[in-house]
Nanobody, 124 residues
Framework: QVQLVESGGGLVQAGGSLRLSCAAS????????MGWFRHAPGKGREFVAV????????DYADSVKGRFTVSRDNAKNTVYLRMNSLKPEDTAVYYC?????????????????WGQGTQVTVSS
């Protein structure tokens, strides 16, 4: 059974930084692309970033490009999301998810297992 556990969320002032972690178990982690999504109150779930199984290829939403960095450590079965220059509009619950293949995409329907989420709140 796949299990994903996010951590690292919290309250931060605008302009600050956070690093989210997502520890995975129950799967061959290095075989799958991993993604980050977020869900803000009153909004739909939004793609944030995806990283291929090797870590070589990444893709970002335009809203976070240049501020967020996704990375992974296959030896630790963990994917990370480094968030810099945070803005109040980044406030959301952040989820990691396992893609159905090793390459990844932006589409949430292609992600089969999801974590429970971690709250990120950015104050102005």
């Amino acid at each position: 059974q796949v299990q994903l556990v996010e951590s690292g969320g919290g309250l931060v002032q605008a302009g600050g930084s956070l690093r989210l972690s997502c520890a995975a178990s129950g799967l061959t982690f290095s075989s799958y692309a991993m993604g980050w999504f977020r869900h803000a109150p009153g909004k739909g779930r939004e793609f944030v970033a995806v990283i291929s199984r090797s870590g070589i290829n990444t893709d970002y939403a335009d809203s976070v490009k240049g501020r967020f960095t996704v990375s992974r450590d296959n030896a630790k079965n963990t994917v990370y999301l480094r968030m810099n220059s945070l803005k109040p509009e980044d406030t959301a619950v952040y989820y990691c998810a396992v893609h159905s293949n090793g390459y990844g995409s932006r589409w949430s329907a292609n992600f089969g297992s999801w974590g429970q989420g971690t709250q990120v709140t950015v104050s102005s």
